[in-house]
């Protein structure tokens, strides 16, 4: 079975400074999706970033990029130059075509960052 | 264009009665998807809906549990008689397309606390 491991549960991080959060995975497959996603307290879930299994080069968006290492099963969130509206609760995803599922997600239990002035 | 939305946002029972969780995709969303976050675990798979039809349940703990979406729009989700792990916080999502990679847009959420 699929499983998505984030391995720190709260991150720290100085305004303007920058931060990776980690996840790894675990799949036999070799076509897959991989995700994150950013809860702001009490607010709804939202996509930062996605990466297809199948490109090596990994996904950027704006102040948002990923170390997709597909050998070594890890899949690193990097936030630079970190402002206050990044605090959140961060949650590393997964799905796949296969064994009949149809983009349910798999997530981590998610890690959650702080932002200090 | 207004996001998927969740109705109640809280919602304190007793064990033993009964619940029923509303969710409203986005409007012209097929795919409808039911989450479910137990305190300090995964955010955990429930069902999947294709407009009415279920494409996918193998995440519903037990049949305690009852998942509806007549005509391809809002969603319900029945939980009789709620018991104590039942409590957890309750997502809804909805996608345009079936396609995996395809962006799933998440509600509030309903915190469900079983007493």
């Known amino acids: 079975a699929q499983t998505v491991t984030q ?3 709260e991150m720290s991080v ?3 400074e920058t931060v990776t959060l980690s996840c790894t995975y675990d799949t036999s497959e070799s076509d897959y999706y991989l995700f994150w996603y950013k809860q702001p307290p009490s607010r709804q879930m939202i996509l930062v970033i ?3 299994a199948y490109k090596q080069q990994n996904a950027t968006e704006n102040r948002f990029s990923v170390n997709f290492q597909k050998a070594a099963k890890s899949f690193s969130l990097k936030i630079s130059d970190s402002q206050l509206g990044d605090a959140a609760m961060y949650f590393c995803a997964y799905t796949t075509n296969y064994g009949g599922s149809q983009g349910n ?3 981590g239990k998610g890690t959650k960052l702080s932002v200090k002035p | 264009e207004a ?3 969740q109705f109640p946002s809280h919602s304190v029972i007793e ?5 029923t969780l509303r969710c409203d995709p986005i409007s012209g969303h097929d795919n409808l998807y039911w989450y479910r976050r137990v305190m300090g675990k995964e955010i955990k798979f429930l069902l999947h809906f294709v407009k009415e039809s279920k494409q996918d349940e193998s995440g519903m703990p037990n049949n305690r549990f009852l998942a509806e979406r007549t005509g391809g729009t ?3 989700l029945k939980v009789q008689p709620a018991e104590l792990e039942d409590s957890g916080v309750y997502f809804c999502a909805s996608s345009q397309e079936v396609r995996v990679s395809h962006e799933q847009y998440f509600g509030p959420g309903t915190r469900l606390t079983v007493t």
């Open chain 2, 74 to 76: 809002y969603s319900t």
């Open chain 1, 7 to 9: 391995s720190q549960p």
């Open chain 1, 105 to 107: 997600l798999i997530f």
């Open chain 1, 50 to 52: 996605r990466q297809e």
């Open chain 2, 15 to 19: 064990k033993g009665q009964t619940v």
């Open chain 2, 3 to 5: 996001g998927v939305t």
């Open chain 1, 14 to 16: 100085q305004e303007a």
